[in-house]
């Protein structure tokens, strides 16, 4: 077992969502044990085989081109649009637009200011952001 599943369903009873639903007693439970047998491999196995095909990406490409690869390789296994590589560099307080799949260099600016994007908040805060559809947001 990879978490404490009594404390992942004790979560899961405190979200507004659920404590709307009426189940018995009995049902939290067995819906933890489906989600270590079921659930935690199959994340387990996606993920090992994405760390492989990035482990497997030829370190005899050119710089740009791994981390294409490597942004490729997520933007699939995440099922987004597009994904970017973006270097911050502390001198000039603005993130290099380094590569991106699918690939667009002539659409991306070559440098992405720190304030006013997305990017820089996720520098600044350190913390993810997330976005169902990056071109709804401001």
Not at 43 to 67: A, F, H, N, T, W
Not at 96 to 102: D, I, Q, V
Not at 116 to 138: C, H, M, W
């Amino acid at each position: 077992m990879l978490m404490d599943l009594e404390y992942l369903a004790k979560e899961i009873q405190r979200e507004p969502w659920a404590k709307g639903v009426s189940v018995g007693k009995d049902f939290w439970p067995v819906l933890m044990k489906w989600i270590d047998e079921h659930v935690f491999s199959e994340i387990l196995d996606r993920l090992i085989d994405q760390i492989d095909k990035i482990v497997d990406i030829d370190p005899g490409l050119s710089e740009p081109q791994i981390l294409e690869s490597a942004t490729r390789y997520m933007v699939e296994f995440l099922g987004a649009h597009s994904g970017s590589v973006r270097i911050y560099d502390p001198q000039t307080e603005q993130m290099l637009s380094y590569c991106s799949f699918p690939s667009s260099e002539e659409d991306r600016e070559a440098f992405i200011p720190l304030d006013g994007s997305i990017a820089g908040e996720v520098v600044k805060t350190r913390q993810p952001y997330l976005a169902p559809n990056l071109f709804g947001e401001d």
